[in-house]
C-alpha cells in the first residue's frame, strides 16, 4: 500500500518569504505525484504533477517541485509567496495507469501568508 | 471546457437517513472517484467508476454506493446515515491519456449528519 506524509500540519510565513511545503510518500512501484490546492470553503485545484521525464515540475504561478526518487520526496516550494497563496496544500499520489482513480492524500499543509 | 459541478452544496441530514450526492463531470472524462475529507483532514477514496462500472473501492463500508451514467455523471448514496458521515464530498473526474492524466476536482457537497 502507499501512503503520503506531509511533515508539517501549519507552516506560517511573511509575504515575499521563500517557502518549502515538505511531502514524502511510500510505494513499492512507481508513482505519479501531484500538489493540489484548497482554499477556504472550496474544492481542490491541481497546482502540479509529476508523471515521468524532468524532475522538476514547474506550476503557473511560481510554485515548483522536485520529484527525489531516491529520497522519495516531492517537496513543493515558491521563492517568494504572496498573501493570496494562503491556503491548504495536499500532497497525492497515485499508482498510475494500474490505479487510475484512487488518489492517497496527505494529511494537508496549512500555509499562512502574513504581511 | 465545463468543470466537474456537484450539487448540493450543503446537506443536512438526520442520523439513519439515506442521501443522495450528484456530480457531473468534465466534458470528455470518462471516469469518476469520490472522495469524502472529514474537517482537517486529507480526502479519503471512496470509489471509482468507469463506464458505469465500478472500478476501485477504498476502504469504506457497503452502504456507501454509487452510480455513473452514460453521460458519464455520477451519484453517490449513502445509507443509514452516522455521525461519522460528517464531511465533505468530493468527486473528481478524469481521462487517462499520456501526459494528459489528472483529475479535475469539483467543488464538493458539505454533508452534516445531525
Known amino acids: 500500500a502507499q501512503s503520503v506524509t506531509q511533515l508539517d500540519s501549519q507552516v506560517p510565513v511573511f509575504e515575499e518569504a521563500p517557502v518549502e511545503l515538505r511531502c514524502n510518500y511510500s510505494?513499492?512501484?512507481?508513482?505519479?505525484l501531484f500538489w493540489y490546492v484548497q482554499y477556504p470553503n472550496q474544492g481542490l485545484q491541481l497546482l502540479l504533477k509529476?508523471?515521468?521525464?524532468?524532475?522538476l515540475v514547474e506550476s503557473i504561478n511560481g510554485f515548483e517541485a522536485e520529484f527525489n526518487k531516491s529520497q522519495t520526496s516531492f517537496h513543493l516550494r515558491k521563492p517568494s509567496v504572496h498573501i493570496s497563496d494562503t491556503a491548504e496544500y495536499f500532497c497525492?499520489?497515485?499508482?498510475?495507469?494500474?490505479?487510475?482513480?484512487?488518489?492517497?492524500f496527505g494529511q494537508g499543509t496549512i500555509l499562512t501568508v502574513h504581511p | 471546457e465545463t468543470g466537474v459541478t456537484q450539487s448540493p452544496t450543503h446537506l443536512i441530514k438526520t442520523r439513519g437517513q439515506q442521501v443522495t450526492l450528484r456530480c457531473s463531470s468534465q466534458?470528455?472524462?470518462?471516469?469518476v472517484s469520490w472522495y469524502q475529507q472529514a474537517l482537517g483532514q486529507g480526502p479519503q477514496f471512496i470509489f471509482q467508476?468507469?463506464?458505469?462500472?465500478?472500478?476501485g473501492r477504498g476502504n469504506f463500508p457497503p452502504r456507501f454506493s454509487g452510480l455513473q451514467f452514460p453521460n458519464y455523471s455520477s451519484e453517490l448514496n449513502v445509507n443509514a446515515l452516522e455521525l461519522d458521515d460528517s464531511a465533505l464530498y468530493l468527486c473528481?473526474?478524469?481521462?487517462?491519456?499520456?501526459?494528459?492524466?489528472?483529475?479535475?476536482f469539483g467543488s464538493g457537497t458539505r454533508l452534516t449528519v445531525v
Open positions: 473528481a473526474s478524469s481521462l487517462i491519456q499520456g501526459s494528459n492524466y489528472g483529475y479535475t
Open positions: 510505494s513499492s512501484v512507481s508513482v505519479y
Open positions: 509529476y508523471l515521468s521525464g524532468s524532475t
Open positions: 497525492a499520489v497515485t499508482k498510475g495507469v494500474t490505479s487510475y482513480g484512487k488518489l492517497t
Open positions: 466534458s470528455g472524462h470518462n471516469t
Open positions: 467508476y468507469y463506464r458505469e462500472e465500478e472500478n
